[in-house]
Structure formats: structure tokens, C-alpha cells
């Protein structure tokens, strides 16, 4: 029994097998494998080709430089600094024009202000004191502006005052105005230029039209009808976000401008053509929320003729933008380089080498790899 066993195992070592097909003649199993088979097909050619855009390779890592420049005046009178013209040195922060800058559209100025002592300011919790024991020398104001100096200030009659600092005095007491005081900063322009590549198939381009007339950026705005015209009105674009620009202009707020380049490298280049976006990207809050708004401060210092140090304290409110770039080039995949078009065959043996074992490279070209080097260059 076990004889016999080996023996058909050993027999069994050359045996050949081969698959066998059956056709059935069946009208509606056809027809379902039919209908299969078109369904894929189907798929392959509307979803994967058509939508997807399978075959094409893609560049997603997108190099972008953004230069800005913001122009305009604003002629303004006020009781703090009286007659006053502002230009583009005066409202804009930072200078350099970086993809985020700031436009100032309204203020509140404590002029003259000089290191010495004076009261807190009253509305300030911290500060409010009933004897000079509340005031403990040399402790910070919380949220205030200055150290306490030990002595509780007083009015006549009155049970409760506010501490007394040593701070730049006198402090800021002002409310913010209720009507942006650079209102006509809307009418202002935007100079946004852009410089996009995508280093994976070495294509550059800008969102400027490539034009030798000079007085062309001076004159066009951008539009429907001049969509590489990358001058912007900044009322336009913060209706452009949904927002109103008086109302923003008092408190403040953050717009975001995306410049989208999606490309489809297979076209011309002239097909190739920036999106834009706008979009308000502070959260806004009804009514008078502390939450709404932007604003910092700063100062400007100067001395007088006997060197005391004074400074100009300025909280500004305005509209800081924020400009993001993103894009995807995509270009037709190795598919047809490799296999579809002429000399295909040198691209195919360069693409993929063929290493025999026991033969390594030695780093030389041989004299048929440069003869087809040679072809494909002439």
C-alpha cells in the first residue's frame, strides 16, 4: 500500500495541466458578462480618465512669492494732531510688502506722553484703591500701564480713587471713535504680485500680463474683463469677502485673498490662469463684542530741546490681509513617453536599467549609449 503510494506521487512529478474553457451558449449570461465588461470599461474611461485625470502626473509642491504695495492719501483734522496728511508711509505695517500686511483705517492718539507718575486709569480693575495699603509699591498693574508707587489718589470727598503709577503718562483714556478716521481708505489700491513654479516640470508664470506698456499697471483694475490686472481696490475686496468696509474700518478685521493655481500642463501655457478668492477670516461676533475686531498699538518717540525722552502712543485699528497661494500643475504621465511616442524606446531604456548579475556598472558611457544620446538631441 505505501509502495504504491510513493509511486503515483512520483508519477505525478510530470504531469501537465492546462485550464479548460467552457463556452455556454446562453443569451442572458452573455449579455450579463456584456454589460460587465462595459461597465468597467465605462468606469475606466468617464472616472479614471475623463474625471480623474488619471493619467496625468501631478506636482503639488507649488514655490510661490508674493510682493504687495498699497497706494493711496487721506487728507484728516482732528484735535490730537490737527491737519494731517497720510500716505502709504503713515498706514501701512509692515512696509516691506510681505504676503501679510496691515492697513490702518481708524485710532485713538495719546499725544506727549513722558515717563513720570500719574493715576491709573480708572476703568482698570486692579487699579482701584480705597488707602495707599491697596497700592503696594513696585507691583505691576494687572492689565494696567504702569507700578504702583504706594499712594491711593483720591478726589475730594470721594471714598474710592485709583492708585498712582510710574508710567508714560498721561495714560491712554480715549475710546476708540465711533467713525473710522481714514474712512476713504476704501478707495485705496492693492498691488498684489505673484510669482508661481512648479519645480517637478520647471514651469514658471505670474499673475501680471506680460506687457512692454508702462502706463498699463497706472490704469487697469482688476476684473471679469482684466483678470491679470493685479490691481485691487480694497473696498471692493472686502465686499468681494462679504463685509462692509465702514463697518469693518472702526474696529477692524482680517480678509483673506487665496490666489488658486490649478493647472493643467497638457494645455498651453496661456491656459494656465491664477483664481481668486476672498474671504473675511476673523470670526465676527454681533453687536459690540470684545471678541471683534483687530488692533495693536505702537509708538513714535521723539525729545525735546532738553532731551526728555516723550513718545506719540497710537492704538490702530484696521483690516489686516492675508495672502495665501496654493496650486497643482499636472501633466501627462510616462505612459505616452514611454510607449506612444517616437523614440519612445530610448526613454523606455532610460527609464528602466537593466542590471545583470555579476555585472555591475563601472560609470562609463559605451558607444551605443551615446549614439542614441546623440539621435534623441538631433
Not at 26 to 49: A, D, E
Not at 117 to 134: G, K, L, R, Y
Not at 196 to 225: H, M, Q, W
Not at 318 to 324: A, C, E
Request: proline share 4%.
Amino acid at each position: 500500500m505505501g509502495q504504491a503510494s510513493c509511486k503515483g506521487l512520483y508519477q505525478s512529478l510530470f504531469d501537465y495541466k492546462t485550464e479548460k474553457y467552457v463556452i455556454a451558449k446562453n443569451k442572458k449570461v452573455g449579455l450579463l458578462y456584456r454589460l460587465l465588461q462595459l461597465s468597467i470599461l465605462t468606469y475606466l474611461v468617464v472616472w479614471v480618465f475623463l474625471v480623474k485625470k488619471s493619467y496625468q502626473d501631478t506636482d503639488t509642491s507649488l514655490q510661490s512669492s508674493i510682493i504687495t504695495k498699497v497706494k493711496g492719501v487721506i487728507f484728516t483734522n482732528t484735535s490730537e494732531l490737527g491737519e494731517r496728511l497720510w500716505d502709504v508711509a503713515d498706514y501701512v505695517i509692515p512696509p516691506q510688502g510681505e504676503n501679510v500686511f496691515f492697513v490702518i483705517t481708524n485710532l485713538i492718539v495719546t499725544p506727549n506722553q513722558r515717563q513720570e507718575t500719574c493715576a491709573e486709569n480708572e476703568s482698570i480693575p486692579d487699579a482701584v484703591c480705597s488707602e495707599d495699603s491697596d497700592c503696594p509699591p513696585g507691583e505691576p498693574v494687572v492689565t494696567g500701564n504702569g507700578v504702583r508707587t504706594g499712594r491711593c489718589l483720591r478726589a475730594e470727598n470721594m471714598q474710592r480713587g485709583t492708585c498712582e503709577i510710574f508710567a508714560w503718562c498721561p495714560v491712554e483714556t480715549r475710546s476708540r471713535p465711533e467713525k473710522p478716521l481714514l474712512g476713504k481708505a476704501e478707495d485705496f489700491t492693492i498691488y498684489i504680485k505673484n510669482f508661481i513654479r512648479f519645480p517637478k516640470f520647471n514651469f514658471s508664470k505670474t499673475n501680471v500680463l506680460d506687457t512692454e506698456d508702462r502706463a498699463y499697471l497706472k490704469s487697469c483694475r482688476f476684473g471679469p474683463k482684466d483678470p491679470y490686472c493685479p490691481i485691487f481696490r480694497l473696498g471692493s475686496v472686502v465686499r468681494w469677502a462679504g463685509s462692509n468696509f465702514q463697518e469693518i474700518a472702526v474696529q477692524g478685521g482680517v480678509i483673506g485673498i487665496q490666489i488658486e493655481w490649478d493647472c493643467d500642463l497638457d494645455k498651453a501655457p496661456s491656459e494656465c490662469n491664477p483664481r481668486y478668492y476672498f474671504s473675511r477670516l476673523d470670526r465676527r461676533f454681533s453687536g459690540n463684542s470684545v471678541s471683534s475686531g483687530y488692533n495693536f498699538r505702537f509708538a513714535k518717540y521723539y525729545r525735546d530741546e532738553a532731551g526728555v525722552e516723550f513718545r506719540t502712543l497710537i492704538k490702530a485699528y484696521g483690516i489686516r490681509f492675508d495672502v495665501l497661494v496654493n496650486g497643482r500643475g499636472s501633466f501627462f504621465c510616462d505612459l505616452i513617453l514611454i510607449y506612444l511616442i517616437k523614440k519612445s524606446h530610448f526613454y523606455r531604456n532610460k527609464k528602466f536599467e537593466e542590471v545583470l548579475s555579476g555585472h555591475p556598472g563601472n560609470g562609463k558611457v559605451t558607444s551605443e549609449q551615446l549614439q542614441n544620446l546623440q539621435t534623441v538631441e538631433a
